[in-house]
């Protein structure tokens, strides 16, 4: 039963809210502004503390940190922020987890938890545009909550795991606790529970939001993971390896080091390109740069290796070797995989954010020019490391609790990731299915997307509505299957994206638009051998 008081600030909310409706517009808009400015005061618990409630008028979007400008047109909103559990931990240092909700004045009924990015450290604007296309969830009407899960720090500070709370919080009960006082502050705004509650995210954020599934099974009804970061410490390691290989085959100096320009040419990362593209480029029946046959693509490095002596447009048997080895992914000594394989595609070469070497500065900074590597060893510290341990949402694929409650999961995952192979993931679906059964592969789809980068970039159709396909599985019972794609503005150039081991297949007309393809599935190439 619900409580007196919960009915009697239920019946006030609910009062406000038709009382605006039927204002004239200057006054629901003096009313909107009333009501959020009023909401500072709201008694929230505790360990609540609010520090603005301000009513923001429709306008264009912000861009997220290292995203391309947007151009959605967000709504009015009224945008709360505080802190959650503000205290002085270890060194003296102030912690709490911050947040920001956004409350959109014409609300759709749903709420949805915005995951965060790298070490996370700082409040991302909360609009929800993971996988929206160029459409944010608050320009949907959705509530949107975002947080910082506990600490304060610019790019990869790791300094606050030196707190074990703010370590816990970044690890995994930040998302527990943002949820449910975002979810709290939903029903006290607008006098009622959302219908609907959902959580995406990509990189940190994907592997947040796949914890949800997880470790908090009741939080969420459709969940949406973008390349999720739960193999940090094996994923570096194998970007580490993939140097060393290349390093033992460059020229060395008169110092014995390899010469780091001549690593990797330009003129090699072409051949190598060209090479990918003669071998896998017309698996999809276009020749057009970019590989969409993902499952049939089985690069062979080989027969890009010189005949004879070294010349322009092939490698030495020495580079041969390093990629063939580097995509593979490393071994123990045992020779049991240490972590995935990376997949050969166009964005591999990428500067500087591709998987092979450049020889100068890449995404984890200056590059190493060492020979050697201990992968034993190295692979022992990372299996004592705490916070890999923690972080780490790789082993449990038990989501019985999930999908009983009628949860969805759509993952998607770019085929040219630096960062985190697509294979990794695809590997932990293949469990979960295993795990799970047709529990599992009827409440999930995977999407893997040729060409792009980590989380977005590179020559990909990397803008989709992932966010209405979720929406619409979980409230209308329609499972996904082909999702329209788009390049980046200006392009209007449009692709469909089919459920992994599918690809777009063309079948002829323009190749600019989606309807000239169909999603194809390695049964079909079976059916007519």
């Known amino acids: 039963m619900m ?6 600030l239920g019946a006030m909310m609910l009062a406000g809210t038709g009382a605006l409706a039927m204002a004239s517009p200057a006054a629901a808009q003096s009313g909107s502004n009333d009501k959020c400015a009023a909401f500072a005061k709201q008694a929230l618990g505790d360990d609540v503390q609010i520090t603005s409630a301000k009513h923001v008028d429709a306008g264009p979007g912000a861009s997220q940190p290292g995203a391309p400008p947007s151009t959605a047109i967000l709504p009015a909103h009224c945008r709360v922020e505080g802190v959650i559990d503000k205290r002085k931990g270890a060194g003296g240092k102030d912690y709490g987890i911050g947040f920001a909700i956004a409350l959109p004045d014409q609300w759709n009924g749903r709420f949805l938890l915005q995951g ?9 604007a909360p609009t929800g545009p993971t996988a929206a296309g160029d459409k944010p969830a608050l320009a949907r009407g959705f509530a949107v909550i975002s947080h910082d899960s506990g600490h304060k720090g610019a790019g990869f500070d790791d300094s606050f795991m030196k707190d074990q709370r703010a370590t816990l919080d970044f690890a995994e009960t930040s998302v527990l606790t943002v949820a449910t006082l975002g979810k709290k502050i939903v029903a006290a ?33 459709g969940v949406i993971i973008g390349a999720p970061a739960m193999r940090t410490g094996d994923s570096n390691l194998a970007i ?3 140097q060393v290989l290349f390093n033992q085959a460059a020229p060395k100096g008169p110092d014995g080091k390899p010469i780091m320009a001549q690593v990797l040419t330009a003129d090699n990362r072409k051949t190598i390109l060209d090479g990918m593209l003669a071998q896998c480029d017309a698996l999809d029946g276009l020749k057009d740069g970019m590989i969409e046959n993902v499952a049939a693509c089985h690069f062979q490095p080989k027969k890009l290796q010189c005949a004879g002596k070294e010349t322009k447009g092939c490698l030495s048997a020495g580079q041969v070797r390093a990629l063939e080895l580097g995509l593979a992914g490393p071994r123990d000594k045992a020779g049991y995989p240490i972590y995935a394989p990376m997949i050969a595609d166009t964005g591999i070469i990428a500067t500087p954010m591709g998987y092979l070497p450049t020889g100068g500065p890449g995404p984890f900074g200056p590059p190493s020019s060492a020979l050697s590597i201990d992968l034993d060893a190295r692979i022992h510290d990372i299996r004592q490391d705490a916070g890999q341990r923690l972080t780490d949402t790789n082993y449990w694929t038990n989501l019985n609790t999930y999908l009983d409650r009628g949860g969805k999961m759509i993952f998607f995952h770019g085929v040219s990731d630096f960062w985190f192979s697509p294979l990794a993931t695809w590997d932990y679906y293949e469990r979960a299915a295993k795990t799970n059964g047709k529990a599992f592969t009827d409440a999930s789809r995977f999407y893997m997307v040729p060409g792009m980068l980590h989380c977005g970039g590179g020559n990909s159709f990397e803008q989709f509505d992932l966010l209405s396909a979720i929406v619409d599985w979980v409230e209308q019972g329609k499972a996904p299957e082909a999702v329209t794609a788009q390049r980046r503005a200006p392009s209007t150039d449009t692709r469909p994206l089919c459920p992994y081991p599918g690809h777009a297949d063309y079948v002829g007309g323009d190749a600019r638009i989606a309807s000239s393809f169909r999603c194809k599935w390695p049964s079909d190439d079976k059916k007519g051998a």
């Open 3 to 8: 409580p007196r008081k919960m009915i009697h």
């Open 116 to 124: 965060g990015g790298g070490l996370n450290g700082s409040v991302g």
């Open 189 to 221: 705004y607008y006098g009622r529970a959302a219908d609907h509650s959902y959580m995406t995210g990509c990189s940190t954020g994907g592997r947040e939001t796949m914890l949800a599934t997880q470790r908090y099974p009741e939080l969420f009804d």
């Open 240 to 242: 580490e390896y993939t």
